[in-house]
């Protein structure tokens, strides 16, 4: 059994920062990639950004030089820092987990945790 559990998200002024974190656990030999996703009301999910366990990320280009994604393999968690917020980032952010697990490889979600920016 593998748990994908997201933490950190809030209400937010334009301008401001937020920190995410995502931990994966349970039982899994180890982790491809690790990455966040949003879905915004009436939207479909969208890539946020993504990193491999040897460290490559991956960014939309809507976030390029504000949010910066990086991860703890010790920890099996990962983390997005958002700086300078703004209101069309406001989303759930979804935490995603490619992972070797003794049945093969496969991908799990978070539950989500909501983000909101005011303007």
């Known amino acids: 059994q593998v748990q994908v559990m997201e933490s950190g998200g809030g209400l937010v002024q334009a301008g401001g920062s937020l920190r995410l974190s995502c931990a994966a656990s349970?039982?899994?030999?180890?982790?491809?990639?690790m990455g966040w996703y949003r879905q915004a009301p009436g939207k479909q999910r969208e890539l946020v950004a993504t990193?491999?366990?040897?460290?490559?990320?991956n960014y939309a280009d809507s976030v390029k030089g504000r949010l910066t994604i990086s991860g703890d393999n010790a920890k099996n968690t990962v983390y997005l820092q958002m700086n300078s917020l703004k209101p069309e980032d406001t989303a759930v952010y979804y935490c995603?987990?490619?992972?070797?697990?003794?049945?093969?490889?496969?991908?799990?979600w978070g539950q989500g945790t909501q983000v909101t920016v005011s303007s």
């Open positions: 995603n987990a490619d992972l070797n697990t003794r049945g093969g490889k496969y991908v799990y």
């Open positions: 349970g039982s899994m030999f180890s982790i491809n990639r």
């Open positions: 990193i491999t366990s040897g460290g490559s990320t």
